[in-house]
């Protein structure tokens, strides 16, 4: 490696600017969160670290000079084209010897995904055949390959235009399967207010990392350049930071547990529980907000990403791993001022219009007992909602409503409380142990010493809440 680097440099202290990166053509394609057009601007992880790459190498160009393909385009003037940089592309054996390669950017996970209702079970890919399942694919893709490398029968796969046209095969059972990066399909879903739950993976194709493709006979010394422009940032910690290698703790809106402050940083007093237990384990994390439906997949699909404030269900207990408990929710069921409804009990609520928000475990809750939940994009809408009458009931935790309410200027009666949860950390399955272990045992100590109930009589305070 340091070889490589100090050649590299030394190449690039020797290039003529007629050999500088801007010769070279990048294409991507719609595979979010790592490359993706929204709002037509292209977005994602590996466009942020091109971008990155690019400034540090002193390169005139930025993320709207990439091409954007269908996949079976791009790949095919990656093969065919010098100078062409195809990504993000799995690097496989079957595809080594094809391109000069620069990374990795991400590591991915390719599966089978089913329907759940559809109960598919697979040991291996032998069962594909003796039950002949349809599965859609995109041209060229990895899951492609690896079904073809794994002797699946061509006849069986059903090739789609994009990503989302597969997806939506799936969703309307055109399809058993759909053989693509789980990350990207679950991420697509989520954008596309599907419901996840309906969807799993059912069998592993591949654990690979995710690369630049390079035509082959692209001039050798503009691929060192790019190589070690792209070690000189993990180096310096840059590329952990934009691929999320580093652990990033995600949170919504959601006061007093979480919110956004006047300084325009993630506060409340779980945030300020994790920061103390960080400081005082000798760790550090990135703290991000945005919607609860959002944060949560993403925790469960990025590695070294957790979500919080998080009530531990038992739906998502398998799917993290879990710090806790950072403070605790009284979960009750609000009417408007005005209102003349009266209810003890959730059984209470039969008939009437209860309002919620995508992915709470509260809303969950009570769906599971039976009671239709109308569900808005984030919690603070649903004081809103209430106010105009759109819905009738409001289910949420105490202390959020009572901040919320006061905040909107509305005032609230309570009908009755029905439950209280511990929230929590939930980590993604590659968070280090021993990270968690010792953000645990830091977490435990403050609990003991009084500062976790410190914090939080000082964040009530703050908001003029009383305890």
Known sequence: MIARLILALCLMLSLPSALALERLTFITEEYPPYNYRQDGRLEGIAIEVLEALFEASDTPLDRHAVHYYPWARGYDLALTE???VLFSTTRTEQR???FQWVGPIARDSVTLLARRDSNIRLDS?????ERDYRIAVIREDIGAQRLLEGGVNDDQLRPAISNLS??????????DLWAYSQNVAFWLMEQHDIDTRQFEPVHTLSESDLYFAVHRDTDPVLVETMQATLDDLEKRGQLARLTGSGVTFTTEEYPPFNYLGEERQVDGLATRILQRALDDAGHSASFRLMPWARALAEASLRDNHCAYSTSLTAARE?????????ASNRWAAFVSIGSPLLADDLDDLSGLTVGSFREDAVGQHVEARGIPVTMASQERDNVQRLAAGLIDVWVTGELPARVLSAEAGVELRKLFDFHEVDLYLA???SVSASFLADLQHALDEQHA???SAQIEAEVLDALGVTP
């Open 82 to 84: 010098p100078g062409t």
């Open 96 to 98: 080594e010897a094809l």
């Open 125 to 129: 890919l032998d069962a594909l055949a």
């Open 166 to 175: 597969a997806l939506k095969m799936l969703k309307h059972a055109r399809v």
């Open 318 to 326: 398998a799917q993290f791993q879990w710090v806790g408990p950072l």
């Open 427 to 429: 980590c993604h399955p």
């Open 449 to 451: 010493t009084g500062g």
